[in-house]
């Protein structure tokens, strides 16, 4: 089915029961993306679920329907795993907007937090939990939890886990949620490593995949420009003052995070910072201070590549390069989202050649590159594969596997 035809779709026909119908077009949600028009018929029919999916393509509600609805029919509990805790206060959002009126409740479970709130969300018997492993395990050793009850499981940016180190926990709780129970994954791309939990711990998964490993959304224009490492704060000066909207901005460290950020305010823009040096709470503030427009610019580290879902940013600034290349797409990803133009803007020193190669062959494409004074350059390789062009004005199965496109 092409994309004009999955535009004109509606939630009708997905297997929706007729109350979340009604929150979900009481929300404003009247098309479901592809991935929701994919994955929830599947879901509410009861099948696991491998979703491959590439970042602001609507995963979370693409879960989280089928989810309230499993609940709602079962009385079993459902288990929500996210890498971030950013993440994790974002998806128990939207559960609390979606089945909070129909009488759902939640429990979130992330670090950073006092363990006693938490602690009374558990004793009120939610119907969802939405965890980092960490702290789930956490309370599973000090007994405030029983997992003996889940029957549906969603590991979220289930890549993004592994990359972080949650392997071990993600073990252990696999370990002891029930067997007989439905399982869905979502992964922006998907490695050996996914690949063997989904043997290991999903039954006949079908696997929806509707972007290619790397793929980045088209509507992004996407630009590199070579600078000296000393002129990149003048090159941000200068860009900040011919956008007009919100700009995220990405550095590699925390201490790069919070000196580009006093550097932003300097130049008289209201800025945040995200960072793991910030509080748990001072991390909330920043997100709502951006979403709501009281930040014109965040500076953040790759907390915030999966981290944040904040709609209509117009302008993301790669102020480093990412250490891990896979984070291009997710940094990228956080404008350009539910259909929308954004732009990209890459900086490079010019010993980083070989990293920008490196991001042109994942995401296949040939980008732009202009030097800090304006001026072209050559492109920086002959890719051995097809490749789509990108101006600088422009805008714009394994075994165990049932794949379905």
Sequence with gaps: MSREELTQQDFYGLGIAPALLKRISALGFKHPTPIQFKAIPIATSGEDVVGIAQTGSGKTLAFSIPMLQHVSATKKMGLILLPTRELAVQVEETLRKVGGPVG?????????????????????????????????????????????????????????????????????????????????????????????????????????????HGTTAENIDQEVIVVPRDEKITLLQRILSEYRGSVLIFCRTKHGTQKVARMVRSMGHTADE??????????????????????????????????????????????????????YVHRIGRTGRAGRSGKAISFAVPEQRRDLQKIERLINLTLPVTSHTGEPLEPLKELSRPT???GPRRRGGRRGFQRRR
Excluded at 164 to 175: K, V, Y
């Design 274 to 327: 995200l960072h793991s040096n910030r509080s748990q709470y001072q991390r909330q503030m920043a997100l709502k201070g951006f979403s709501n427009g009281r930040f014109r610019v965040l500076v953040a580290t790759d907390i915030a590549a999966r981290g944040i879902d904040v709609q209509d940013i117009e302008l993301v600034v790669n102020f480093d390069l990412p250490e891990q290349i896979e984070d």
């Design 104 to 212: 759902l409740r939640s429990a979130i479970l992330i670090g950073g937090t006092n363990i006693g709130p938490q602690i009374r969300q558990l004793r009120a018997r939610p119907h969802i939990v939405v965890a980092t492993p960490g702290r789930l395990i956490d309370h599973l050793e000090q007994r405030n939890i029983s997992l003996s009850n889940v029957g549906m499981l969603v590991l979220d940016e289930a890549d993004r886990m592994l990359d972080m180190g949650f392997a071990p926990q993600l073990n252990r709780i696999l370990s002891v949620v029930p067997e007989e129970r439905q399982t869905m994954l979502f992964s922006a791309t998907m490695p050996d490593a996914i690949a063997e939990i989904a043997r290991r711990y999903m039954k006949k998964p079908l696997r929806i995949e509707v972007a290619k």
């Design 388 to 390: 789509r062009h990108f």
